[in-house]
């Protein structure tokens, strides 16, 4: 069976095609069976009324003539015999051994179309369900997705199951060598969200769809409210485009909602793991709270523990990382760490930001030293 002309029906009227054409073949399948069985039952009852044989003999007669094996050791001697072999075996039975075979190899086919297609149940469980999928982009964000998430030791072989109607012509190649599996259809959809095994998931990704434009807010609360509805808020992450309507989501008890940053698909896997984590990044990346801001400070040698400490004291903020004599970038140090630098990256409030002055005189206090000018 080929599916080549298939590729010119929309995808779902392709799809519903493959699903239709797959049951049918099982159907045949078992209907062949059945006859085929009723066939060499006849066969063994007839060699063992016509030919006197036991029912090993019999069945090892039958199974031997039908497989076209014959290893000639027993046959039907009687015309009463003959005649029940070839019209049983011979013209019934061989034939439909070779119908059996040819539809088991259509469903085969059939069977890795609707996989290839997303069609297929995979029956998952404590796997990561990711429902929707970005505008743009889509390969390389679930490629640096997955490998992200594949890089954290509690998830290095869980199964991961994408929810769209993007891959309708299957997934690319490098998703599927990292073990991603896909299943067609909508996170919208309740049929969709059970063949999905949304409710055996341990974890569960709303991604918005259009991550420039809030009306994919409307499409990620309705599969949120579905969600909820199953009492799986505290599994599910939601992205959401517009702040205003976080609310509405809060509401539904979402374990974590967070706004859609595609080039850094980690901050993701980090609310997974970590949730609130996702809070800190976030903040990060506005001036509406906090942000990070550069000070010039010389050290020369002093422990980062006690560089954090005194301007946490002094109220300054707090010290994320340095940068040394050559320019060279460190994020979060170690605490016992000896730090020769020329300046600090440190994460300030928004609202009251330090001045040079204050950072200098913050760290002269607490080492009751002269400080050396960055520029110098």
């Not at 290839?116 to 679930?142: C, T, V």
């Not at 420039?212 to 599994?235: K, M, N, Q």
Request: with cysteine; net charge negative.
């Amino acid at each position: 069976m080929k599916f080549e002309p298939l590729k010119k029906l929309s995808p779902i009227l392709r799809n519903s095609t493959i699903i239709g054409s797959d049951a049918r073949i099982l159907r045949k399948i078992k209907r062949t069976i059945t006859i085929l069985l009723s066939l060499i039952i006849l066969h063994v009852l007839a060699m063992m009324g016509f030919e006197s044989l036991s029912l090993w003999q019999a069945v090892w007669l039958t199974l031997t003539t039908i497989t076209t094996v014959g290893y000639g050791d027993l046959s039907a001697q009687t015309m009463a015999g003959q005649a029940s072999t070839m019209v049983l075996i011979f013209l019934a039975a061989i034939t439909l051994v070779t119908f059996l075979v040819r539809d088991y190899v259509d469903y085969r086919i059939a069977r890795n179309e609707r996989i290839r297609s997303g069609l297929w149940d995979w029956n998952m469980e404590n796997h990561i369900l990711i429902i929707n999928a970005p505008k743009y982009n889509a390969d390389q964000f679930f490629l640096r997705l997955v490998t992200q998430i594949r890089e954290d030791e509690d998830y290095t072989d869980v199964n991961i199951l994408l929810l769209n109607t993007l891959y309708s012509d299957g997934l690319p190649a490098q998703l599927k060598d990292q073990g991603v599996r896909h299943v067609f259809g909508s996170g919208n959809n309740d049929y969709d969200l059970i063949r999905a095994e949304a409710t055996r998931a341990k974890h569960i990704l709303v991604l918005a769809q259009d991550e420039y434009h809030a009306d994919s807010d409307s499409i990620s609360f309705d599969i949120a409210y579905r969600l909820s509805e199953l009492h799986l808020g505290h599994l599910t992450l939601v992205e959401c485009v517009d702040d205003n309507n976080r609310k509405r989501m809060f509401d539904l008890e979402m374990k974590s909602i967070l706004r859609p940053i595609r080039s850094y698909p980690e901050i993701l896997v980090r609310a997974m793991d970590a949730p609130g984590s996702e809070v800190v990044i976030e903040d990060m990346f506005t001036r509406k709270d906090d942000h990070p801001e550069r000070y010039s400070i010389w050290l020369e040698g002093e422990m980062w523990a006690d560089v954090v400490a005194c301007m946490l004291k002094a109220g300054v903020g707090t010290p994320m990382a340095f940068i040394n004599k050559e320019g060279e970038i460190t994020v979060h140090p170690k605490g016992d760490a000896h730090v020769h630098a020329q300046s600090l990256i440190i994460l300030v409030k928004s609202d009251v930001v330090p001045t040079q002055e204050d950072v200098t005189n913050a760290f002269q206090n607490a080492f009751q030293k002269p400080l050396l000018d960055a520029s110098q």
